[in-house]
């Protein structure tokens, strides 16, 4: 399993970025994916998920903001974030669950800063 994501970088307060991750190693279509995000002394908290049939959930922090959404030909998951606020910042993850372990990538920074 290998799960790269990208799409992070520095917006200012209000802007909008658009993350993307790019899974490998097992049958996409059938996995629900989560993306989660930590930021600096914070835990990793879930941000948003969607099931293997695209049903979605979200954090109460970014409902209205954010939206995860899937691409089962590309084997990608998205979240496009909007009107970014500072507290959004952190290393954003996203994960799957296969057999009971769960994987991540390496992460994408995501900076909101005036």
């Known amino acids: 399993v290998q799960l790269v994501e990208s799409g992070g970088g520095l917006v200012q307060p209000g802007g909008s970025l658009r993350l993307s991750c790019l899974a490998s190693?097992?049958?996409?279509?059938?996995?629900?994916m989560g993306w989660y995000r930590q930021a600096p002394w914070q835990q990793r908290e879930l941000v948003a998920d969607?099931?293997?049939?695209?049903?979605?959930d979200y954090v109460d922090a970014v409902k209205g903001r954010f939206t995860i959404s899937r691409d089962n030909a590309k084997a990608t998951v998205y979240l496009q974030m909007n009107n970014l606020k500072p507290e959004d910042t952190a290393v954003y993850y996203c994960?799957?669950?296969?057999?009971?372990?769960?994987?991540w990538g390496k992460g994408t920074l995501v900076t909101v800063s005036g």
């Open positions: 994960s799957v669950r296969y057999y009971g372990m769960d994987y």
């Open positions: 190693g097992f049958t996409f279509r059938s996995y629900g």
């Open positions: 969607i099931s293997n049939d695209f049903i979605t």
